[in-house]
């Protein structure tokens, strides 16, 4: 029968052995290159993933630390950024939703520019924004913004029933009001899986501008250590990369549970 | 959609990191018959004036780069060639993963690799000789250089050969910072007037297009002060090189970058030959891949590759100071011990394929 529920403890053990077998796999990849080449740092055995952790955890000659250098820049100008963008957007897609006029105004921008991989017209972002973090931070910023407001738009126009809008007009609601108690309120938990669902594409941008531009970075550690083949240190990066998206994914489901309740799973 | 996201900015990615190309496809050429036994081995390149020739070569039909395809060079030494092209990026990973037999590299970049996968250099191919250039707007000397960041790709040539002029001109290196930063986005950045990029440090086709293209751009200094210390050349595992084949694959290599040389030294031939090894290298025109090919002077003949390979300038003071700026920039952990013609060497160059190709 399927959807047979199992137990927690059953479930925790499965999950275990599915990282388990993550690690295996790697292992025995790992393996197997080293077969065909013993000596070779593409594929590090888990062992040598201790140097790489070594190599960027331990301050160079000007005193820096990769680690602490490289997650300062990038995290910095991901939350700089989404920040700025989530902020603009929930005005804007609001504003989008309660008006038509609003609507009109900005639809043709935003449905247009939400398809615009802004990594492929980096140029037009260097002309805007320069090359330092300001651009990073517009990059960011702008590819959450399009997608965001455009989907805060149409919650804010489709779960909100015009009954319940009119309903709290007669009750003597100003149009702020109506806003904030009726609009915002219902749109609230939608608004928060938007997001969560844009910081994945959020990363991958900031990564692939850091590759190109940057000078302290996830994204430019990424790309110099892999050019000399320092893949112990690329694979911890990418781990990184990995827990810290669970760990906003998990936070922003924590988040609509507290702010939401009524919403459910 | 948010795959469609993911997919259209990894495309993004790769425009970003340099438009890679796949494999070229069957040039519809001479197509001998695929045969079971013979050797297959593959070589990777990316666009570069002297690697072109081997995307050439195929067009020409000397050679068939697709998979189970021979041209008359291949027939010739009973080896199958498979070209990939690629970013140049690409296709050092593809060398350090044993992705590939052979690679179009760097004398540079390959003491990284030849630490985990012994390397042997059969061809030098050409030299930079003003094709890596420190450009600047608003700046006139090195000495207003002072203390001003210079933007460039780090722990690669330009690095090196701005580090080396410095060195050259007696100036202090910690004066003048260098800053990560790809060469086509830095050219990019200098061409469209951005006030914080004053100085870069790129390749060609870069330095020509930014010298045309930014008003008041300026060569501070460039690779001619450092001739045949960035060489370009084909570099082969040492675990290829000794399966069956290996050597022949090597001479075939060899022959057919030697054959497309004759073709451009040639007055018939010369002028075509150019263009089209310039019509992938960002299109440029054949007044300005004359000029490219003046900065990155080829080894057209086997004496001009011997006379590199056999120089006691190169051997004793060149390549020692390459692989000291690797260890001291933290390149490789430890220096790979080079050779001419050593075998036991991780990192040698051997003179054995051009002799051959030279007593033809």
């Not at chain 2, 593959?42 to 000397?62: D, N, Q, T």
């Not at chain 2, 220096?335 to 050593?342: A, C, L």
Request: a negative charge; aromatic letters at 10%; hydrophobic letters at 45%.
């Amino acid at each position: 029968m399927i959807r047979q529920p199992v137990q927690l403890r059953t479930r925790i053990v499965i999950s275990a052995l599915s990282i388990l077998a993550m690690f295996v796999a790697y292992e025995a990849i790992a393996m197997r290159q080293s077969r065909i080449n013993p000596k070779q740092t593409v594929v590090p055995g888990i062992t040598s993933i201790w140097d790489g952790i070594q190599k960027m955890t331990t301050p160079n000659s000007r005193g820096e630390t990769w680690l602490v250098e490289d997650v300062k820049a990038t995290y910095g100008r991901l939350l700089l950024g989404l920040g700025l963008g989530i902020g603009l957007s929930i005005v804007i897609g609001v504003a989008m939703g309660a008006y038509p006029w609003v609507e009109a105004f900005f639809v043709p921008a935003v449905s247009f520019f939400a398809k615009i991989p802004p990594t492929a017209m980096l140029a037009v972002y260097f002309v805007l924004f320069g090359t330092k973090t300001e651009m990073f931070v517009a990059m960011v910023g702008l590819s959450v913004f399009f997608t965001l407001a455009q989907s805060i738009y149409q919650v804010a126009k489709k779960d909100v029933t015009d009954h319940s809008v009119f309903k709290a007009y007669s009750l003597g609601a100003t149009s702020l009001e109506v806003i904030y108690e009726v609009l915002w309120k219902q749109i609230l938990p939608r608004v928060i899986e938007s997001i969560r669902l844009q910081i994945g594409p959020a990363m991958v941008f900031l990564i692939a501008a850091e590759y190109v531009v940057g000078d302290v970075g996830i994204g430019y550690r990424i790309r110099i250590q892999s050019r000399i083949l320092n893949m112990n240190v690329v694979y911890i990066y990418l781990v990184m990369l990995g827990g810290s998206g669970l760990l906003m994914d998990w936070s922003l489901t924590q988040l609509r549970r507290k702010l939401c309740p009524w919403f459910g799973e | 959609m948010r795959n469609q996201i993911l997919c259209l900015s990894l495309a993004g990615l790769a425009v970003a990191a340099g438009c890679s190309k796949s494999t070229p496809t069957n040039n519809g050429g001479s197509g001998p018959v695929a045969s079971g036994s013979t050797p297959t081995f593959s070589l990777a390149w990316s666009e570069y004036p002297s690697w072109s020739v081997f995307g050439v070569a195929h067009e020409k039909g000397i050679i068939d780069g697709a998979e189970g395809k021979r041209g008359p060079i291949e027939e010739k030494w009973g080896v199958d060639i498979v070209l990939k092209e690629a970013d140049y990026d690409t296709c050092l990973t593809y060398y350090g993963s044993s992705e590939t037999d052979a690679v179009c590299i760097t004398n540079m970049d390959t003491l990284a690799p030849s630490l985990s996968r012994a390397s042997v250099a059969i061809l030098p191919t050409s030299t930079s000789v003003g094709a890596d250039a420190c450009i600047a707007a608003g700046i006139d000397n090195l000495d207003g250089l002072k203390g001003k960041p210079t933007y460039g790709l780090e722990m690669s040539v330009s690095q090196y050969c701005f580090e080396r002029n410095l060195e050259l001109q007696g100036k202090t290196i910690a004066d003048y910072p260098f800053k990560n930063m790809d060469p086509g986005a830095a050219a990019q950045a200098m061409q469209t007037n951005q006030a914080e990029i004053e100085s870069i440090m790129v390749w060609n086709p870069f330095v020509l297009q930014t010298l045309r293209t930014r008003d008041g751009a300026k060569v501070i200094f460039d690779s001619s002060t450092i001739p045949e210390e960035i060489i370009d050349m084909v570099v082969i595992g040492k675990d290829a090189l000794a399966k069956e084949g290996g050597e022949a694959f090597a001479g075939a290599v060899v022959e057919a970058f030697y054959e497309i040389n004759k073709m451009m030294a040639d007055s018939a031939t010369g002028d075509e030959t150019l263009i089209a090894i310039g019509q992938k290298f960002s299109s440029l025109e054949l007044a300005d891949m004359k000029e490219v090919v003046k900065q990155t002077r080829f080894y057209g003949t086997p004496d001009e590759a011997l006379a590199l390979l056999t120089s006691e300038k190169f051997q004793n003071e060149t390549m020692p100071q390459v692989s000291s700026f690797c260890e001291s920039h933290g390149i490789v952990a430890s220096k790979p011990t080079v050779g001419f013609n050593k075998d036991d060497a991780q990192f040698n160059f051997t003179t054995k394929f051009v002799e051959a190709a030279k007593a033809k």
